[in-house]
C-alpha cells in the first residue's frame, strides 16, 4: 500500500541544477527520517541527503555545499536540489522514507529510482 515516487530525473550539463522529488503515499501514520541515496556505476550505494521530521539535516560529503534536502510533510514529499552538479554525480538516486503505515510497523520504504546524468 505504501508508495514512493520519485521524479525529476534526467540529462543535465556539468554546472547545472536539477530538482528531484519524492511523494510518500498509502496509509500513511506519521514520517519521522527521509532522504536520498544514489548507486553510480562502478560504486557502491552511498548516502547522499538526510532530515528528520524536526528539520536537520546531513550530506555526504561529496555534496555539501552543492545539494539541498528539503521536505514538505502535509504533502509527504521530499526533495533534493542540486546545483553545479558534475559529471560524478552521475548515478541513480533513491529516496527513502522511514515511516509507520496503518497496518506495519515503522520500517524504510524505497523509490524504485531516477536517473540523474551530468554529461555535456
Known amino acids: 500500500q505504501v508508495q514512493l515516487v520519485e521524479s525529476g530525473g534526467g540529462l543535465v550539463q556539468p554546472g547545472g541544477s536539477l530538482r528531484l522529488s519524492c511523494t510518500a503515499s498509502g496509509g500513511i501514520v506519521s514520517i519521522y527520517n527521509m532522504g536520498w541515496f544514489r548507486q553510480a556505476p562502478g560504486k557502491q550505494r552511498e548516502l547522499v541527503a538526510h532530515i528528520i521530521s524536526g528539520g536537520s539535516t546531513n550530506y555526504g560529503d561529496p555534496v555539501k555545499g552543492r545539494f539541498t534536502i528539503s521536505r514538505d510533510n502535509a504533502k509527504k514529499m521530499v526533495y533534493l536540489q542540486m546545483n553545479s552538479v558534475k559529471p560524478e554525480d552521475t548515478a541513480v538516486y533513491y529516496c527513502?522514507?522511514?515511516?509507520?503505515?496503518?497496518?506495519?510497523?515503522?520500517?524504510?520504504?524505497w523509490g524504485q529510482g531516477t536517473q540523474v546524468t551530468v554529461s555535456s
Open positions: 527513502y522514507a522511514d515511516l509507520l503505515a496503518l497496518t506495519t510497523e515503522r520500517r524504510a520504504y
